[in-house]
T-cell receptor
């Protein structure tokens, strides 16, 4: 158990809908990262927050947005969902925004 | 986006065999990380490397930060069935304003008992 929690574990929704994924970092970690992993694909970095502010941006679509709240939990919002958005979405955290990241168990999103 | 070259893509070995995999980059890296992902789970950090030439062990796993700083290696000795999973390398370069980890596509390991 990495100490990073993600909810929900599974999410099934329809095209065009909007969903919110939630992540709580390890106690004491200030930075949160979001990744997308499609079937048989590696990890695609989406976005990083550090202490509430956006720090780095990866291949995140304009339909996706994220934020980190004062209590350091983070939410990833996915809107106008398409079939191709079906994937595992992972959250990771680190103490100081460094590169040693600890991953949560992921949220499996299925768009029908 | 930029990715590391990780090889081999997959391996199927007998229990007890040693395993070697590697990761290469076209640019110099300052940090190398090795993760393992089991089906349905998030990646778990195995080993972190921060200095060229560094050799670090974690049980039966040993990883090395290549001298050229453009590659890293992971070895697993005396493999067991629970070693099954996908092994990812990740690296970071201080060049420019880069604040992102770069990930390999993974080496899928299967162990025949």
């Amino acid at each position: 158990d990495s100490g990073v929690t993600q909810t929900p574990k599974h999410l099934i929704t329809a095209t065009g809908q909007r969903v919110t994924l939630r992540c709580s970092p390890r106690s004491g970690d200030l930075s949160v990262y979001w990744y997308q992993q499609s079937l048989d694909q590696g990890l695609q970095f989406l976005i990083q927050y550090y202490n509430g502010e956006e720090r780095a941006k990866g291949n995140i679509l304009e339909r996706f947005s994220a934020q980190q709240f004062p209590d350091l939990h983070s939410e990833l919002n996915l809107s106008s969902l398409e079939l191709g958005d079906s994937a595992l979405y992972f959250c990771a955290s680190s103490v100081d925004g460094g590169y040693t990241q600890y991953f949560g168990p992921g949220t499996r999103l299925t768009v029908l | 986006g930029q990715q590391l070259n990780q090889s081999p893509q997959s391996m199927f070995i007998q229990e007890g065999e040693d395993v070697s995999m590697n990761c290469t980059s076209s640019s110099i890296f300052n940090t190398w990380l090795w993760y393992k992902q089991e089906p349905g789970e998030g990646p778990v950090l195995l080993i972190a490397l921060y200095k060229a030439g560094e050799l670090t062990s974690n049980g039966r796993l040993t990883a090395q930060f290549g001298i050229t700083r453009k590659d890293s290696f992971l070895n697993i000795s005396a493999s067991i069935p629970s070693d099954v999973g996908i092994y990812f390398c990740a690296g970071h370069s201080n060049a420019g304003n880069n604040r992102k980890l770069i990930w390999g596509l993974g080496t899928s390991l299967a162990v025949n008992p």
